[in-house]
């Protein structure tokens, strides 16, 4: 199994420009996660997904932040417009059921100048 | 809400040293912990999970953590480390019967040194 693939790996962009950052994950999963790692705040949950509807978006930080899951191999996280504020590393996970181990992508580190 | 307290951010030990991490989280009802373990520039990977019966568990590489009900803890340890144990380490809790995510604890840099 390839596990949970991210890309980009690493992401360089202007303020103001939009940010997709894509996710495939692990067959056979039903949930999936997108967290934010900083060195501020460390890992926060900002969506998951269960089949692939989103059940939890609370802690998406604001409106410029959206994810989908059009299927169940593959999601999206943009930022639109991105500010230096969401420089982070973003990370992927999925699990087979919603409360059971996760597994973590390699991450995707956004840096907005 | 759950919430995930560890008490360490910064650990330095040399190899061979004993190896306690302290992991203490708040939540009213049945609980899943799990102990992750980040070594730098790479992803999370699983080390250990609690989900039900004995509260001793034993994860890879040589870890334990212990399950204590009464005191909400689920602390990791290690009786002998390695310079490779050099990582950051995460607790991690959901809910055992709900649907939730994990609820991260700040994580503890653990150095190892030769």
């Known amino acids: 199994d390839a596990g949970v693939i991210q890309s980009p790996r690493h992401e360089v962009t202007e303020m103001g420009q939009e940010v997709t950052l894509r996710c495939k994950p692990i067959?056979?999963?039903?949930?999936l996660f997108w967290y934010r790692q900083t060195m501020m705040r460390g890992l926060e949950l900002l969506i998951y997904?269960?089949?692939?509807?989103?059940?939890?978006d609370s802690g998406m930080p604001e409106d410029r932040f959206s994810a989908k899951m059009p299927n169940a191999s593959f999601s999206t996280l943009k930022i639109q417009p991105s500010e230096p504020r969401d420089s982070a590393v973003y990370f992927c996970?999925?699990?087979?059921?919603?409360?059971?181990?996760?597994?973590f992508g390699q991450g995707t580190r956004l840096t907005v100048v | 809400a759950q919430s995930v307290s560890q008490h360490n951010h910064h650990v330095i030990l040399s190899e061979a040293a004993s190896l306690e991490l302290g992991c203490n989280y708040s939540y009213g009802g049945t609980v899943n912990l799990f102990w992750y373990v980040q070594y730098p520039g790479q992803h999370l990977q699983l080390l250990l999970k609690?989900?039900?019966?004995?509260?001793l568990v034993k994860g890879i590489k040589g870890f334990e953590a212990e399950f204590i009900k009464s005191k909400f803890s689920f602390n990791l340890r290690k009786p002998s480390v390695q310079w490779s144990d050099t990582a950051e380490y995460f607790c991690a809790v959901n809910s055992g019967g709900g649907a939730d995510g994990l609820t991260f604890g700040k994580g503890t840099h653990l150095i190892i040194q030769p």
């Open positions: 996970a999925s699990s087979l059921k919603v409360n059971t181990e996760a597994f």
């Open positions: 609690y989900f039900s019966g004995d509260p």
């Open positions: 067959s056979g999963h039903n949930s």
């Open positions: 997904f269960n089949n692939n509807v989103p059940i939890d």
